[in-house]
């Protein structure tokens, strides 16, 4: 018992030497040793004392931040796994000695699949090389090998698939799967060359290379209506008006540098999709400015609303050039079922613009301010009067 006693009060004045030299007030050494027992050495710190650790707030990603991570084409190439080796090989065993050939054929190589996924948005996340799993050679004892697992790659909801200019498939809806290359077979082991009249086959074959492909991935925005005009329009201005999108705004061209999707929600539960086009200038379609890189999103829309400026001088001429990129792009491209929205009617000369403009086109013109948000409410209908034209164009039910 003496031992024990000596070891733990040695313990004990250990303790208090540690606790000593952590602290070099005496007076807080003595109080630390009265509160702890002289045992640990407990912090005396409290939470009133420590720095405030809140969660940090998540900082929004400028426009040119998120351009970067969005990718509308890209380039891949496709190897497809190859097919494992067949084993030449002769049952041994005691007392056995003519087993015959016991040679497994091998796997089949692995294929690469696309997927589309309606949560990934963008091509930024695929890879410019995929290689399938091959498959496993064969054994003996008539073991096949394993095939190799298929490939899956996500690809965003609309996306095209392209070789060599044509079109192979279009993945518009979610969980569309496409196989893109096919694995090749596994090679036969000499078990199954075996006949009556070659009882004892030496021959193995290799297995089959993968299918190879070079494949080009674009990404067209899957919207209900498409928002044209030039730069500074204020096409974003009016998608944060009507939608529940937020895309940046500001007061110099070129604000919006890739596609944004906003939903108009109606009193019935239909939603419509509406897009952002980054603005358009004259000669985009001979890839000027962002050019065929968003062209290629109007292609997707039903139906146009074509966005004019009536801060310019003669605003009904944005309507003349935006027809004609349009139409140089793909022919008849500007002839879908359209609304014209002027836009800015909130300036002191915009109504005579306006009234200029109605008398230089025979469609509809719906004046608008996405700044004070002024007859967006006629703006919304009109998309939904659209958006049910193109449902009974269709054939499917409206709930208007």
């Not at 407990?42 to 998120?66: H, I």
Request: positive net charge; contains cysteine.
């Amino acid at each position: 018992m003496s031992s024990v006693g000596y070891i733990i009060g040695h313990e004990v004045r250990r303790q208090e030497v540690r606790v000593f030299c952590y602290i070099s007030s005496p007076v807080s050494a003595a109080w630390k040793l009265q509160v702890t027992g002289g045992v640990r050495g407990v912090s005396s710190s409290c939470t009133l004392c420590a720095k405030a650790r809140g969660n940090p707030k998540k900082r929004e990603m400028s426009e040119k931040q998120l351009t970067r991570h969005f990718v509308d084409h890209r380039h891949v190439k496709l190897v497809a796994g190859s097919g494992g080796k067949g084993l030449c090989s002769f049952h041994s065993e005691p007392r056995k000695e003519w087993g015959g050939p016991d040679g497994g054929n091998g796997g089949d190589g692995g294929s690469i699949v696309m997927k589309a996924d309606r949560f990934v948005k963008s091509l930024a996340q695929i890879l410019p090389i995929y290689k399938g799993e091959d498959g496993q050679s064969g054994g003996s004892k008539n073991c096949y090998g394993r095939n190799g697992s298929p490939t899956f790659i996500s690809v965003p909801v609309g996306t095209v698939v392209k070789e060599e200019g044509r079109t192979i498939v279009d993945l518009s809806e979610h969980g569309q799967e496409y196989l893109a290359v096919f694995g090749g077979a596994g090679g036969k082991g000499n078990r199954f060359y075996l006949s009556n009249e070659n009882r004892a086959p030496m021959t193995a074959t290799s297995g089959m290379v993968g299918q190879e492909r070079i494949l080009l991935l674009e990404l067209r925005t899957m919207a209900h209506a498409g928002l044209v005009g030039f730069p500074n329009a204020g096409k974003s201005s009016l998608l944060r008006a009507i939608s529940n999108a937020r895309p940046a705004v500001a007061a110099y061209p070129f604000t919006t540098l890739n596609p944004h999707v906003g939903i108009v929600k109606y009193r019935d539960y239909e939603q419509v999709a509406v897009a952002d086009i980054p603005g358009i200038i004259r000669g985009a379609h001979l890839n000027r400015g962002l050019g065929l890189s968003f062209l290629r999103h109007i292609e997707r829309c039903r139906f146009l609303l074509f966005v004019l400026d009536l801060s310019t001088p003669e605003p009904w001429t944005q309507l003349q050039h935006l027809r004609y990129e349009l139409d140089q792009y793909d022919p008849g491209l500007s002839q879908r079922p359209q609304a014209i929205i002027a836009n800015k009617i909130d300036l002191p000369e915009a109504r005579k613009k306006l009234e200029t403009l109605r008398s230089h086109v025979t469609e509809r013109v719906i004046p608008v301010s996405a700044l004070t948000g002024q007859n967006t409410e006629e703006l919304i209908l009109h998309l939904r009067e659209l958006y049910d034209g193109y449902l009974q164009g269709e054939g499917k039910p409206t709930r208007w």
